[in-house]
């Protein structure tokens, strides 16, 4: 596993422009942006042109990635930190939390603008949405990915990163949170998920929509998100090198409890219901006796999850409007505050 930060590499001088004068010089006066890569499909090389879903994560170097685009050293400074180049199955708390650091340290710096991270697609709403949570900055991210190999016919990859760096420059971008953005739709954090196993239009955000779109004439807001998120977030990462461990149960037609009890044994400090059973329901009275969070989410992928009473009095959280896998984020990082059910409840209204 590749885990190394590549230091500062202006796009500028990936190009050789320098000298008094030059287009070097004009470009200190753009604003900055460091880009993050983690991996993923943008990241990823299939053995021929005609290969869209059959290639190998891991075979793009973030060099590569930067100077496909020449046309980000008009719009930007661009430096690029590696954080790893695998795909997004394989992400893991450790290296969200280097991202997440990496990526307070950088906005924390007056001459950037914002950030932007590569990450594949398959988890990337889970990434997204830590990182609305944890990054405590005004300033833009932007998650990005391609649902096409770099070696692709038609890729979607460069024009998604190159729209990422745009918007990230965007001054209408500034307080509203992580955004993801692919095909040109601009979305936050706080709603998406990917929605379609091939298309390049795979991002939703169902029922509220897009916050707006990287056009070809410009970025374009119509609405900004409403819960709470990155400089107004009362999460703090930076001194933690691990998060509780929380874990989903789905529920269908006669789900039996033995998954639930397993990970009860196993250690879980959370457990997130994507729907349930009798019987689950049956178990996570003992879970929540043994002092386990439980938040009760929906395998519907819409809609929320309404305050009951009932489920109150039995210590379970409701997770309002968040899927199960973003639902477990959010868990994870509150418990790292609290795990008194009620407090627990008012993140999950508030996020
Ligand atoms: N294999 C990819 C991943 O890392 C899928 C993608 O990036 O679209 O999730």
Redesign the pocket.
Known sequence: MIQRWLGTVCATVLMGLTGPGSPAQAAESLPGVVVFTT????Q?KGAHRQKLSEYS?GRVTPLELLADLPELSEIARVEVREVSN????NMTTELQLKLAKGINEALSRPDVAGAVVTH?????EETAYFLHLVVRSEKPVVVV???RPWSAISRDGPLNLYNAVRTAVTPEAVGKGVFVLLDDTIHSARWVTKGNTTRVETFVSREIGPLGYADADKVVFYRTPLTRHTAKSEFDVSTLTNLPPVDVVYGYQEASAEPLKALVTAGAAGIVLADGSPAVTQALLGAVSKGVAVVQSDRKGSGRVLLSERQAGRGVVTADSLNAQKARILLRVALTKTKEPRELQRIFNEY
């Open positions: 991996g993923g499909t943008i990823s994560d695998l795909g997004s199955g594949g697609t398959g988890t990337l990915g391609a649902m």
